[in-house]
């Protein structure tokens, strides 16, 4: 391995901004961000917000992604890290078998993982949460309590090796410590 890479979970909906501002700030620090997902092939993103007067999240369509790798077909061990996106994505592709097992595999290898917004529905589904401090966006609260993990409104919450915001407003507070947790680990691997 001469590289190091780190994953990107992304699916249908994936919101832009979760999803682009770790991307190229995975290449600024020296990685080759991979993105994965069910297929590989192109994803539409989205654009989320809470406009005024609004009380639920208006969604536009965002730039379209591609998809460098599917699920089933990820060797976990050649990766750094993960990062879970999130927007719409994460609900449709949370039961993907494939993917629990890659979110398992980098949990129990106690790799840097990070998740922002609706992110952490992968690894709450996966069932490494229970009593885990993490940060999503309000409305996803629930999923993460009902699998057994801490909700911390905060924008930067990090527990073990789990890095996490609430939304994409928060991604300068939480992928920098993420990145700095991703440096170390690429240490220990000689890469």
């Known amino acids: ?39 590989k092939r192109k994803y539409q993103m989205v654009l989320h917000e809470i406009k005024p007067g609004w009380t639920i999240t208006k969604e536009w369509e965002g730039y379209s992604i591609d998809a460098d790798i599917a699920f089933k077909d990820i060797k976990p061990e050649e990766y750094v890290g993960i990062f879970f996106s999130g927007g719409r994505a994460p609900e449709y592709i949370r039961e993907d078998a494939d993917l629990l097992r890659i979110t398992k595999w980098f949990w129990e290898q106690k790799k840097p993982c990070a998740s922002v917004c609706h992110g952490v529905e992968i690894p709450a589904r996966a069932d ?62 000689g890469i």
């Open 1 to 39: 391995m001469s590289e190091a890479k780190v994953l990107i979970i992304v699916g249908d909906a994936t919101e832009t901004v979760d999803t682009l501002y770790p991307f190229y700030r995975l290449i600024e620090g020296g990685y080759k961000p991979v993105v994965a997902a069910p297929e």
């Open 128 to 189: 490494i949460v229970k009593g885990l401090r993490m940060a999503t966006v309000a409305k996803c609260k629930f999923d993460l309590e009902i699998c057994g993990g801490i909700y911390v409104n905060e924008p930067c919450v990090i527990d073990q090796h789990m890095y996490s915001g609430r939304t994409y407003h928060d991604s300068g507070h939480f992928v920098a410590p993420w990145i700095k947790a991703l440096d170390a680990e690429r240490a220990k691997m």
